[in-house]
């Protein structure tokens, strides 16, 4: 297969410009569309080149006829969806190859199967993988769904077949609730994924969400890069990430590996993917969904095992063989991401998009930050509210909680609310501390650790900036001689 030589970048955001350093690196050429309310982004300015996409700005990234138009007409050789928008659809990457544009990921085929969570569960079952029981056809009937429910014993979760991001999920602790949140969960799955289609599941008490970082070549070739645990969640959503999980036994630990890469070994799998699991109380561990893209938190995975997760899906796609079979690959000390988010803790995490006034992000030994925020950005309320990904790493995880602590301590974002308090308290909390969590874990603390949150002033006036960073620092500085 020919060198790739120019990539259009298919996204925005922090995952962009993400793209954009790995095609530098890579000697090749980076050309990203924008729309209007990105102009200002750093990494339209980054890229080699960029094109506008005038009108809706969800369309400019989502519209792939006019994409793959301008693909064309730039004379790009692949394309990079990033996670999002179009890096999810089977149609889309089929539409790139029947246009001759290598679509980086992996085969329109995998897509599809594992963008159905039900159909994915069948398969990965097949291929040796144990799974949540539950319902293995779509259910639109709700007294065939409760009398499902019934069969696998309350309380059970109902998912969206093709949700994703904890939407049109609902759990029922008992039969009288059941029909009252099936109709809640369809209804969600209709308004966000435009089908309704349901499916019901063991609900699993206390779990860890654990996941497997998959790299496969196009030659069979398929290692993993060890575990991510991203039980910090909430709502189901991750807030924390860390890499390798603190509290796994090496026992599971080694069978999650087998499982997974001898499911994507049999599946003929290739490019890069993240097989997710639930592993209970008792070490039982469960497939429930598996990701077809390079994720949010990629960037731990990368810190542990020195393997830049991003640059190895380009080579893939090209046809490049893998340059590091199993026994090669090591992983050292732990890392772990932060999500930082514009969102108010105070308002039960609402957006909060706007001018970024001052920003002042940590650096040091063992800090990464992958961002497109600086000072005077102003973050669109048109897309997700990230502002960017701490990622911190150390030998140890004694060392890794205090790096984070450190590292978050110095992090000053003005001008919007962000959940960085939030992230403080998390850090300084003894289960955490201790590597104690499941992903029930901050639900169940938040309204403790809102009590008494400390949060940054925010930055409104030009030119006062210093002094209000040194009053932050200040404060910070208290509540960590405070707390420890
Ligand atoms: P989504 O695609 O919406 O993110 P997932 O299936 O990946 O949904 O699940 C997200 C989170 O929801 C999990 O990490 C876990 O916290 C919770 N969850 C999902 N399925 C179950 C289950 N069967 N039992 C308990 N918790 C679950």
Redesign the pocket.
């Known amino acids: 297969m020919a060198k790739i030589k120019k990539i259009l970048i298919a996204n925005r955001g922090e995952i962009a410009l993400r793209i954009i350093r790995a095609c530098k690196e890579l000697d090749i050429v980076s050309a990203v569309v924008y729309s209007t309310v990105d102009a200002k982004g750093v990494w339209v300015r980054k890229a080699d080149e960029a094109y506008v996409m005038d009108g809706d700005p969800i369309q400019a990234y989502l519209n792939y006829e006019r994409i793959i138009a301008l693909a064309k007409e730039i004379g790009v050789d692949a394309i990079h969806p990033g996670y999002g928008f179009l890096s999810e659809s089977a149609e889309f990457a089929q539409y790139c190859e029947d246009n001759g544009i290598i679509f980086i990921g992996p085969k329109p085929e995998h897509i599809a199967l594992f963008g159905d969570?039900m159909a994915s569960k069948v398969a990965m079952q097949e291929v040796g993988v144990p799974v949540?029981g539950g319902s293995e056809d779509p259910i639109t009937d709700i007294n065939v769904a409760k009398q499902i429910a019934k069969d696998i014993g309350f309380p059970v979760?109902i998912?969206a077949a093709f949700?994703?991001?904890?939407?049109?999920?609902r759990?029922v602790a008992k039969e009288e609730e059941f029909e009252e949140m099936f109709e809640a969960a369809t209804n969600e799955a209709v308004k966000f994924f435009g089908k309704g289609d349901a499916f019901v599941?063991?609900?699993?008490?206390n779990?860890r969400?654990i996941e497997v970082q998959i790299v496969a070549d196009k030659f069979g070739n398929v290692v993993h890069l060890g575990e991510r645990d991203?039980?910090i969640?909430r709502r189901?959503?991750k807030v924390i990430e860390i890499a390798p999980s603190p509290l796994l036994s090496e026992e599971v630990r080694k069978e999650l590996y087998r499982v997974s890469t001898k499911a994507m070994f049999r599946l003929g799998y290739e490019s890069v993917g993240t097989i997710?699991f639930?592993v209970d109380e008792d070490d039982n561990f469960?497939f429930?969904?598996m990701n077809t893209r390079v994720q949010v938190e990629h960037p731990i995975t990368e810190i542990i095992s020195g393997i830049d997760i991003i640059q190895r899906m380009i080579q893939i796609a090209e046809g490049d063989k893998l340059i590091f079979m199993q026994d090669e690959i090591r992983t050292r000390g732990y890392a772990i991401e932060f999500r930082i988010n514009a969102e108010d803790p105070r308002k039960g995490f609402q957006p909060s998009p706007g001018k970024i006034t001052t920003y002042l992000a940590p650096g040091g030994p063992g800090v990464r930050i992958d961002s497109a925020a600086y000072k005077d950005y102003v973050i669109p309320g048109n897309y997700d509210s990230m502002v960017g990904k701490l990622i911190v790493w150390a030998l140890d995880w004694p060392g890794v909680v205090n790096k984070a602590r450190r590292a978050l301590d110095e992090f000053i974002v003005g001008g919007i609310p962000t959940n960085i308090p939030l992230h403080r308290k998390i850090v300084r909390d003894l289960d955490f501390i201790e590597g104690k969590f499941n992903?029930t874990y901050l639900d169940k603390k938040l309204d403790d650790m809102l009590e008494d949150m400390v949060f940054d002033i925010e930055y409104k006036e030009e030119g006062e900036d210093n002094e209000e960073a040194a009053r932050v620092a200040a404060i910070v500085g208290a509540m960590n001689y405070m707390r420890g």
């Open positions: 969570k949540v979760i998912k949700g994703g991001g904890g939407r049109g999920m759990i599941e063991k609900y699993i008490k779990p969400h991203c039980s969640q189901h959503q997710e639930l469960f429930i969904e992903t």
